[in-house]
Structure formats: C-alpha cells, structure tokens
C-alpha cells in the first residue's frame, strides 16, 4: 500500500493557463495593441535586436517593452534611453513568464498608449516554450556562436515560435554554423515558420524584420 499520493498537476496547470492566454489576447486586441513575445538564450543578442527595432519604428508606433529577468534592471535602463515606454518584471526566480504574470506586467506597463509591446522573456530554450503568454505572436532569436544544431535539442521553442532571427550574422565567418541546414531543421518543426538573418549589431536584415512587424500589427488591428 501507497503511503503517499502522486498527484499529476502539470496538465491543469498548463490548461488554466492557455485560458487566461486567451482571454489576455482578446482584450489586447480589443485595446490594439499588439504583443509580441520575444525568446532566446542569454546573450543571443535579445537586447540590441529591441534597440535596432525601437530606432526604426519609434516614428511610426508607440512602443513599449516588457523586460523580463530573474533579477537585476540592466536591460530595462539600457532600453529607457530610447524614450521607449519600459517596464522590468523579477520572476522571482522562475524561469518563464506565464499568461498571468504577463498580464500583471502589461497593466504595469500600461497599454493605453501602446501600440506595438515587445516582451523580453527570461533567457533560456526550455521553460518559456512551454508556457503561453497571451501574446499575439511569438519569436525567437538564435545566435551564430549557439551553434545549429539547437533545433535538434530544443525542438519544442522552435515549433512555437512564428518568426526566427537568426542573428550575428556578422560573424557567421568564424563559426562552423550551417545556415541552409538550420532553415530546413526549423521548416522540418514547423512549415509556416518564418526565417530572417539578421545582424542586430550591423543593422542587417533589419529592414526585413521591421516590415514583418509592421504587417502583424497591421493584421491585428484589421482581423
């Protein structure tokens, strides 16, 4: 005989939340504001990618950014220099932001103003995958130095994600990275993914990038 119970949560846990992701997502569209949720391992070049995003668009939408961290305020200062409207989230040390927890940032944030919201998750390929933010939509960036065989390792992000940055592609020379190889790795996950290198630090593959978010919050507001 059992002297203790197994109780299996993870299932409701994951059930509730895509409740709330929904219900997160229709009053973002009710408000126009479109929210998108931006993955990545730390140092893939999350950050730089946001300051390139915020320069080109400033003019067009009003932004604001969720920064999403464990601890510390690093990115939410490096990103306030912009004029953008930011807001830094601690998890507490949890690994992921959920739909609720993204909720709390967003009416921290406030998004009366907001036309376009861009949130930063917490560094890493497992945890954020899992869990749906209510966001419109989701990307992901991968780095040159990360190597290309993190599809085959992190199926699961890149099988989420609508949109994949490959990024540093400055330095694609330096690194034994496949990049026609990645394409058909992540198109294998996920067919309607969309790829675009990018260097964030050279502005490359930028304009690329701006105008699919421009089409997104267009179709978010029209549909």
């Not at 709330?20 to 009710?30: F, M, P």
């Not at 320069?55 to 490096?78: F, H, P, Y």
């Not at 996950?189 to 089409?215: C, F, H, Y």
Request: net charge negative; with cysteine; hydrophobic share 40%.
């Amino acid at each position: 005989m059992d002297i203790y119970k197994i109780l299996e949560i993870k299932q409701s846990v994951f059930e509730d939340n895509d409740k709330q992701a929904d219900l997160l997502r229709e009053q973002l569209k009710k408000d126009k504001t479109f929210l998108l949720n931006l993955m990545s391992s730390p140092g893939s070049g999350k950050t730089t990618t946001i300051l390139r995003t915020i320069e080109a668009l400033k003019d067009e939408m009003r932004i604001g950014i969720l920064e999403a961290d464990i601890d510390s305020d690093v990115d939410a200062n490096t990103v306030s220099k912009t004029g953008a409207k930011v807001i830094q989230l601690h998890t507490g040390g949890m690994c992921h932001l959920d739909a609720d927890m993204t909720k709390q940032g967003l009416i921290g944030l406030g998004t009366e103003d907001v036309d376009f919201a861009i949130l930063e998750n917490v560094g890493n390929l497992v945890c954020p995958a899992e869990f749906d933010t209510g966001a419109s939509k989701n990307a992901m960036i991968l780095s040159i130095p990360e190597g290309d065989d993190k599809p085959l390792k992190y199926p699961l992000m890149f099988s989420i994600v609508d949109v994949l940055l490959i990024n540093k592609m400055d330095a694609i020379g330096y690194f034994d990275f496949d990049l026609e190889a990645v394409k058909a790795r992540v198109k294998k996950l996920n067919p309607n993914i969309k790829v675009i290198p990018i260097s964030a630090k050279k502005g490359e593959g930028m304009d690329e990038w701006t105008q699919w978010i421009r089409t997104e919050v267009k179709n978010w507001n029209e549909k």
